[in-house]
Each structure stands twice: as C-alpha cells, then as structure tokens.
C-alpha cells in the first residue's frame, strides 16, 4: 500500500516552545491529508483538514492560532503545535488519501 | 462523530477465527463499512472494506448483513500479532470525507 511517513516520531519540548511535525506521503501526491491527535487509552480524533495550496478546515473546538497547518506540495502537510504546553502532550497521526487513506506511523509529542 | 457501535474489548485463541462485530444502524445508502486496525503507539491501518457484498482480501473477510445495518470482520487464523484495536467506519467512498474514529474494539490475542 501507498506509504505515509511522519518526522519526528517522538519529540521533547519544554512548555512555550514550538513544534513542528512533518507528514509526507512517499510514493503518491495528496491534495488532502488529515491530522488526528489520540490521547492515551482514546480513539483518534480528527483535529483538522489540510488542503494543499490552500487554508486548513478545523474541527469544531480545535484552535487553528494554535495548530497550525501548511500543505505547500502535494506530498508534504505540515502542523506546528505553537506554545506548547503539558496538556499538547499527546500522539499526533496524519493521514493521506490516494485511493483510500492511508496512516503515517505517528508522532509522540511530550511537553514538559 | 462515530456512527458505529461495537464491543470494547474481545479475546481470542490463537489460530481461531475473530469475529468482530459492528453496528451500523443508521449508515445511508452511498456508505462504505471500513475497517482499519491499529497496534499500540502505531497509524491505523487499513484492512478491508464493502458497501453491500461480503468482501474477502489476505488480511481478512467482511460480512455485511443484508439490510446494511451491521457487519462483522473476520480475521480467518489469528495470531498474537493480530491484537490490536479495530475500529469499524462508515463513510462515503471516493471522496475527500474524513474519517471519524468509534472507540473500537480492542482484540487480545491469547497464546
């Protein structure tokens, strides 16, 4: 199947810092992906939509001056977790869609 | 929001069949059943999915009831790499829809 990556896949960050995560999809071109932020012991839940070449659409409850997101190609989409703090800490998963969605290996963020 | 229902948790004999059920009581007619599963601090992967017709691929068997409101996967031989959580989807196929996670069932494959 068509391959998601994801960079870092576990970072450290002190409180108020930046972070930014990288999601890639290797060996096709996504006009849409999607990140996902899951808690421990909960399901996925969809956090926003990137659309590339254009501005992200944000679920209900999701703070886009918090999150932000930048699709500049059709094989990268971008979030940036902006001052961070403890309650961020969280794994955050992207997903592309070819001819089906496929699901990068995720990113673990711990905020301190 | 999930539109899906299923057990939180199931147990399984290795080398057994798996059968996970779903309920989808409300799906429309241009809806897909999805299943994906996904191992712990792992992406959901993708597994199978059907409309109407019972499909079977190398992962697994997906059968539909016949008035769509509820399915069950079927994973043929389990084995303990097959634990995991699986999470039941119901969306519209070719498109750009997201998907929205249930709380899935969590599978423990025992020795």
């Known amino acids: 199947g068509a391959v998601v990556s994801q960079h870092p896949s576990w970072v450290i960050c002190k409180s108020g810092t930046s972070v930014k995560i990288e999601c890639r999809s290797l060996?096709?071109?996504?006009?849409?992906m999607f990140w996902y932020r899951q808690f421990p012991k909960q399901s996925l839940m969809l956090m926003a939509t990137?659309?590339?070449?254009?501005?992200?659409?944000?679920e209900q409850g999701v703070e886009k001056d918090k999150f932000l997101i930048n699709h500049a190609s059709l094989t990268l989409s971008t979030l940036t977790v902006t001052s961070a703090h403890p309650e961020d800490s969280s794994f955050y998963i992207c997903?592309?869609?070819?001819?089906?969605?496929?699901f990068g290996p995720g990113t673990r963020l711990t905020v301190l | 929001d999930a539109k899906t229902t299923q057990p939180t948790s199931m147990d399984c004999a290795e080398g057994r069949a798996a059968n996970l059920p779903c309920n989808h009581s409300t799906i429309s007619g241009n809806e897909y059943v999805y299943w994906y599963r996904q191992i712990h601090s792992q992406g959901p992967q993708y597994i199978i999915h059907g409309l109407k017709n019972n499909e079977t691929n190398e992962m697994a068997s997906l059968i539909i009831t016949e008035d769509r409101k509820s399915s069950t996967l079927i994973l043929p031989h389990a084995t303990l790499r097959d634990t995991a959580v699986y999470y039941c989807?119901?969306?519209?196929?070719?498109?750009?829809?997201?998907?929205?996670f249930g709380t899935g069932t969590s599978l423990t494959v025992i020795p």
């Open positions: 997903s592309a869609r070819r001819y089906e969605q496929f």
């Open positions: 989807i119901v969306r519209v196929a070719d498109t750009g829809n997201q998907f929205y």
């Open positions: 990137s659309n590339e070449g254009s501005k992200a659409t944000y």
């Open positions: 060996d096709f071109q996504a006009t849409t």
